[in-house]
């Protein structure tokens, strides 16, 4: 039986996430210069051609000001440029550009090797059940 303190289920999540953050990150940062926070906003570009700030708000979850900052320094690093968006007067369209590109493909080895490790972790059928359990959580109503 685990100990007591296993069954502070926020707190071990919240040290779960912290811990798995900080890994990928210095890997991400190694293969392809970016953090996964920079990676998911690049995967969504590139997932949704025209997203919008906006959009890419709601895709990350994200408020527009947290949003703003990170399409910034997306934009200042060369991987990300912004145009008008074609009939929204004050809306902007997002586009990956080749840089971008190539941080993507760059950052994908390195999160498949991270993916396996995590796998490896908990089994194929920890995996399965942890990914279910997570997505649940994710989009659960609060």
């Known amino acids: 039986m685990p100990p007591e303190s296993d069954h502070r289920l926020f707190f071990l999540l919240q040290r779960a996430a912290h811990n798995l953050r900080l890994t990928a990150d210095r890997r991400c940062l190694a293969a392809a210069g970016v953090t996964t926070a920079q990676l998911g906003a690049l995967f969504a570009v590139q997932d949704q051609p025209g997203l919008t700030q906006q959009q890419l708000a709601r895709t990350l979850g994200l408020h527009q000001s947290a949003v703003t900052s990170l399409v910034g320094r997306l934009t200042a690093a060369g991987l990300l440029v912004r145009s008008a968006h074609p009939q929204q007067h004050r809306a902007v369209?997002?586009?990956?550009?080749?840089?971008?590109?190539?941080?993507?493909?760059?950052?994908?080895?390195?999160?498949?090797?991270?993916?396996?490790?995590?796998?490896?972790?908990?089994?194929?059928?920890?995996?399965?059940?942890?990914?279910?359990?997570?997505?649940?959580?994710?989009?659960?109503?609060?």
């Open 93 to 142: 369209v997002l586009e990956l550009t080749d840089a971008g590109t190539a941080a993507l493909r760059s950052a994908g080895p390195e999160m498949d090797r991270f993916n396996t490790e995590v796998r490896d972790l908990l089994g194929d059928d920890g995996f399965a059940q942890a990914s279910a359990m997570l997505h649940k959580l994710a989009l659960w109503p609060s």
